[in-house]
């Protein structure tokens, strides 16, 4: 059995070469059964299975909050794979790394629908761990040339700011600015990308900030009580979903507008399912009007994908 670290998983993924994979498997298919969620004397278990006929995966998430006091992190996770004809235990890799990779790579392929094919401004709301992995997938989707991020420390947004404007330019092989900026607002108006990774409880994205031909990539609010926009953006937008049976349950940026009858299921165009098997066109060219959004709460079948493809390749 391969034991592959955080760092080895980081080193064998390639970002383009798992959007290519993502989009691989999301027009194949796998089988993806409700997540196990249980409940133990001082956290959660929860473990999300996916299998097609070659592999087998299985997602290890324990949710511990009062693991700080040990210092160490609230969430671990672990990701095993095996051999889908025999059984047989094939890798063990890190879980954290593995989630933060394929997460950003489903809105790069979101962004390859959606986003327009001229998007050279992106913000990026959100500091945490997540947020230099989608910049620098988007950066790499589109030819994203100047970089603002927002974050509610200013101090945090300033450091990543400092972080990408060194990592950036050789990640993606072309010069680019990046700046940490104060006024959110202003910044959603600027933008041709705005993408969301946070905890917010209260909406960060107001539908009267949007413009014509943006793209709204939403990866945080994984619950129904969260949510990083509010009713009017996804009233104005063309709205799409990384899975249906996921997000119009778990996600608050489409719960809550569905439960208030802002929307209808209906207006959910399409999920990543159906723009990889061409069932739904996306973004058409030339289209400079449409505001898309992106609506992200994952799914096994990205982590199976992403466990793969580290495993040939590390």
């Known amino acids: 059995m391969r034991i592959l670290s955080a760092g080895e998983v980081d ?15 999301f027009r194949a298919g796998c089988e993806t059964p409700l997540r196990h ?17 070659r592999h087998i995966g299985i997602k290890l998430v324990t949710v511990f909050p ?3 006091r040990l210092s160490l992190p609230s969430v671990l996770g672990q990701y095993m794979l095996l051999d889908g004809r025999t ?17 950003a790579c489903a809105s790069g392929l979101a962004a390859r629908y959606l986003a327009p094919a001229s998007a050279a401004r992106l913000l990026m709301i959100g ?4 947020a230099p992995h989608l910049v620098r997938v988007h950066a790499k989707v589109r030819p994203i040339r100047e970089v603002a991020i927002w974050g509610r420390r200013p101090d945090a947004a300033e450091a990543l700011a400092r972080e990408l404007a060194l990592s950036l330019p ?43 031909g943006q793209h709204v990539d939403l990866v945080g609010a994984y619950t129904p009580e969260m949510r990083e926009s509010d009713d009017r953006a996804v009233w104005r937008a063309r709205v799409h979903v990384d899975t249906r049976a996921g997000a119009v349950k778990e996600g608050g940026d489409i719960v809550q507008p569905l439960r208030n009858g802002t929307i209808e299921e209906d207006d959910v165009i399409a ?12 973004r058409l060219p030339g289209d400079t009007t449409s ?9 096994a079948l990205e982590d199976l994908a992403a466990a793969e493809l580290a495993v040939e390749k590390a």
């Not at 969620?37 to 006929?53: C, E, I, S």
């Not at 999920?271 to 996306?282: K, Y």
């Not at 505001?291 to 799914?299: A, H, M």
Request: glycine share 8%; net charge neutral; proline share 3%.
């Open 11 to 25: 080193g064998a993924l390639d970002d383009i070469a798992l959007i290519d994979r993502l989009e691989a498997m």
């Open 37 to 53: 969620h249980h409940t133990l004397p001082r956290g959660t278990l929860l473990l999300m299975p996916a299998w097609t006929a």
């Open 66 to 68: 009062d693991n700080a």
């Open 87 to 103: 059984g047989r235990t094939m890798a063990l890799l890190d879980g954290a790394m593995l989630t933060k990779r394929r997460t």
């Open 127 to 130: 500091t945490g761990a997540l």
């Open 170 to 212: 050789a990640a993606i092989g072309r010069p680019i600015a990046v700046r940490a900026v104060a006024d959110r607002k202003a910044a959603v108006t600027e933008a041709d990308i705005v993408s969301c990774a946070t905890l917010s409880k209260e909406p960060l994205v107001e539908g009267d900030w949007l413009r014509e």
């Open 271 to 282: 999920d990543l399912f159906e723009l990889a098997r061409g069932q739904q066109t996306g």
């Open 291 to 299: 505001i898309t959004l992106f609506k992200s709460v994952g799914t």
